[in-house]
């Protein structure tokens, strides 16, 4: 009787799991079919190592789905090649730069939804302990307080200001996409150094950045004269206040894992935070710089720079491209495990102006689509000698991450290689054609069109 009644149950349960799976493992591997050969593509135009990851969480139509192609050692003084070399696979651990602020928005936005800080709160008052802390541990720092750095207007920047790029806070970063200037001074100084890892206190006391002023009054970019007022200094403050609530000594006594603590099951092969160190301590492929700053003419290998990390919470995340598009999945999408539904939204929503929210770029532009369809959250990850891309379609709910190991001027080789997934992976979910896209280059803005 309910005996057997439960054991009937039990079984049409487990047909229908099993049902389930195969259908997920068909369109996954139906996904894998279609951007393992785009990856292929897109090394051989690019001559460098792609690596793609696209994710679905669903019980019935779920996706998970990985491609790869080109070499991870390819370059040399003379060129690059995308046969000539170790192949690339999709387990290799990419560097991920600027990727690294969705975590480190992410872990601020926790403690936001948990009542221990306020989008509005001045940041003075989280950051200038740990600073006076880190001067503990190393005398030698020269400031004490964000005002000894970047003046006493800095009592107007909020979080939410370091978040959406709206601090006026100078850049460390030296690199000039728009209007490409000739010289890039902490590359240049990274290349010629290649021990220092250049902690947030070196960083932050860099000259162009320990200016004692603000660029311009916090609260509203000032997109005339700074584009979408973007610096990779708002990162490293904001990774101070995550270590100085964590309660850590020094900055790197702070786990940037913890972030992620309620979904570390997620993630079968750890995230890598590099600290220390440069690249080949961390990851087999090798990065090569093919930008023309400082008047290069030559691939540079990066492998043995400690400067591709600069930056910390800003630029210091290493992983598979398949875990990257899960931590992108698990920030963006329903069930929200690691972000309330309220500020993922605002992470988007907050865009409209600059192209820049809480954290996240708004790459609507990059999908060749238009609609619910075309909207896409998530962010460029810029360093030296590695981009990349991480993206999510709330629509479709599916996340994406593309890695390559070459920097180019314009970084067209992850955006364009995102253009052709995007839309391969909307054919197959909404069982249309395969459609015919091209792309056209722009640092911020590549755009995609697609028939």
Request: charged letters at 15%; a negative charge.
């Amino acid at each position: 009787g309910l005996q057997s009644l439960r054991s009937g149950t039990m079984f049409r349960t487990l047909l229908v799991a099993c049902l389930f799976a195969f259908a997920s493992a068909d369109l996954s591997a139906e996904v894998a079919k279609a951007i393992t050969p785009i990856a292929k593509r897109m090394a051989e135009k690019y001559k460098c190592a792609v690596s793609i990851a696209v994710l679905k969480d669903d019980p019935t139509s779920g996706i998970s789905a990985t491609g790869a192609g080109g070499v991870i050692d390819g370059c040399t003084p003379q060129g690059c090649s995308a046969s000539s070399g170790t192949p690339t696979t999709v387990d290799d651990k990419f560097v991920w730069g600027s990727v690294t602020k969705v975590l480190t928005g992410t872990g601020i936005l926790r403690l936001v939804s948990q009542g221990v800080l306020k989008l509005d709160d001045p940041i003075p008052q989280h950051i200038d302990p740990f600073i006076r802390q880190m001067k503990v541990v190393n005398p030698a720092q020269n400031f004490s307080s964000i005002a000894d750095l970047f003046g006493p207007e800095t009592a107007k920047v909020t979080i939410e200001d370091l978040l959406g790029m709206k601090s006026g806070i100078p850049d460390y970063d030296t690199a000039s996409p728009t209007g490409r200037q000739p010289t890039d001074v902490l590359r240049q100084s990274a290349y010629d150094h290649p021990n220092n890892s250049y902690p947030p206190s070196d960083m932050l006391n860099l000259p162009w950045c320990h200016t004692g002023h603000l660029l311009f009054t916090p609260g509203v970019c000032d997109r005339i004269k700074y584009g979408n007022c973007y610096t990779s200094t708002n990162f490293v403050l904001l990774g101070l206040i995550l270590a100085g609530q964590a309660g850590a000594t020094d900055w790197d006594t702070y786990s940037q894992k913890s972030i992620i603590a309620d979904v570390l099951k997620d993630f079968p092969t750890p995230l890598t935070y590099a600290l220390h160190g440069p690249p080949a301590n961390w990851t087999n492929v090798i990065g090569y710089d093919t930008t023309n700053y400082n008047k290069n003419t030559a691939p540079i290998d990066v492998s043995k720079v400690s400067g591709v990390f600069a930056g910390w919470t800003a630029s210091d995340l290493v992983g598979p491209a398949i875990d990257i598009a899960r931590l992108a999945y698990d920030v963006y999408a329903p069930p929200y495990k690691l972000v309330d539904q309220e500020y993922v939204e605002l992470m988007y929503n907050s865009s409209s102006l600059t192209g820049y929210g809480l954290a996240t770029f708004n790459l609507t532009k990059r999908t060749g689509q238009y609609g619910p369809d075309g909207v896409a959250m998530g962010h460029l990850g810029a360093t030296y000698g590695y981009q990349s891309i991480v993206a999510y379609n709330p629509a479709m709910d599916f996340s994406l991450a593309i890695a390559t190991n070459i920097e180019t001027d314009g970084q067209a080789q992850p955006a364009e290689t995102m253009c052709h997934v995007y839309n391969a992976v909307r054919a197959i979910v909404r069982g249309l054609p395969q459609p015919t896209c091209t792309f056209t280059p722009g640092y911020f803005s590549g755009g995609c069109k697609c028939e």
